[in-house]
């Protein structure tokens, strides 16, 4: 028999309302104390992040993002003495930087803006990314450690606070090791250690994947046709031990269990190129045929965004809206600092 048609979804399908208390302007006293919603039965079970464990099998495998968040977002002047902002989204092999900016008036190729910390910035033009958004510029001196020193935590546009202290360690996962996301990769923050000797003690293996989060994952879906969205384009590593372990559990009939979205995308990625390092710009809606993740631990997502459309591709358009009503009636906290859920494929 011929496959059902897939339903054409349109962008308005994955909008929802969400009382703006509910988006969470500041992490979870404890990492592992967030709540967690059970999404993998006939019905929601609201439960705390922490019981997570007990979800999975010692055949499974999880599989984390192990980026590191930079300290990207910086400040200056222009030669007017207007304020910019510069949130750098790549480092690049040259040392040069590719960078969204902030101006009341975008300068011109060449000028040199005046940093906060006593740097300059030299405009080289704009850089050819896909949605031709990023300016190519150079520093002063060594981007990484100008960002160490005088860069800002970049937190995301609907935390309405400026970074302090606390969100240096807490919009950062406690395996973060490879620096280069401008984003978290939100799902991880919720593991501590005693998460991690819980999964210990179950015997449930762990392995890891690198996909440097771009601020292009806050970006919405602006049309009706969802086809023609511009994906952001992100860069990605799976290490040998990760296949070798993914192979293994495969071997063992255990389920790969991605922790957040960009674990997905990033297996995902691999499964359609065969590549396991490179860019990727993968954008995954419903009828969309995964070949690795089994199930997911994932935050809850904005409003027409690419995440939301994602999680709604693995575990069922209807049941991933059910679970966005049941989780704003149940007052979950919502986007990056906010609570969890767990979804199995459909």
Avoid at 53 to 81: C, E, H, M, W, Y
Avoid at 112 to 131: C, H, K, N, S
Avoid at 189 to 201: I, K, N, W
Wanted: glycine residues 8%; aromatic residues 8%.
């Amino acid at each position: 028999m011929p496959e059902p048609a897939i339903r054409a979804y349109t962008t308005s399908d994955f909008d929802f309302d969400l009382p703006p208390e509910l988006i969470a302007q500041h992490p979870a006293a404890r990492r592992s104390s967030a709540r967690l919603l059970d999404g993998s039965g006939a019905q929601p079970v609201d439960r705390v992040f922490s019981e997570l464990p007990q979800l999975l099998d010692p055949g499974d495998l999880l599989v984390f993002n192990d980026t590191q968040v930079i300290k990207a977002r910086l400040f200056g002047r222009k030669a007017s003495g207007g304020r910019i902002e510069l949130l750098v989204e790549r480092v690049l092999a040259d040392g040069s930087i590719a960078a969204h900016m902030k101006a009341g008036r975008k300068p011109a190729a060449g000028a040199v803006l005046q940093m906060d910390g006593g740097y300059t910035a030299e405009l080289i033009g704009r850089w050819p990314d896909a949605a031709g958004a990023l300016f190519h510029l150079r520093f002063s001196g060594d981007p990484w450690a100008l960002m160490a020193a005088h860069g800002h935590v970049p937190l995301p546009p609907y935390i309405a606070r400026d970074d302090t202290a606390e969100d240096a360690s807490r919009y950062q996962t406690i395996f973060a090791r490879s620096p280069g996301a401008v984003a978290a990769p939100t799902a991880a923050l919720h593991f501590d250690q005693s998460v991690l000797d819980a999964l210990d003690e179950r015997g449930i293996p762990r392995a890891a994947v690198t996909l440097h989060v771009g601020a292009g994952t806050f970006q919405p879906v602006k049309g009706e046709d969802i086809s023609q969205h511009v994906m952001h384009h992100e860069r990605y590593w799976i290490p040998p031990e990760t296949v070798a372990a993914i192979m293994a559990c495969r071997q063992r009939g255990g389920r790969v269990v991605a922790v957040g979205t960009t674990s997905v995308r990033t297996l995902e990625a691999w499964a359609q190129t065969g590549q396991t390092e490179g860019d990727t710009n993968l954008f995954i809606t419903p009828g969309f045929k995964f070949q690795v993740v089994d199930a997911l631990s994932t935050n809850f997502h904005l409003p027409r965004s690419t995440l939301l459309m994602l999680v709604s591709a693995f575990a069922g358009y209807d049941t991933v809206m059910a679970l966005y009503r049941h989780a704003v009636a149940s007052r979950y906290r919502f986007f990056s600092y906010g609570d969890a859920m767990w979804l199995t494929r459909a």
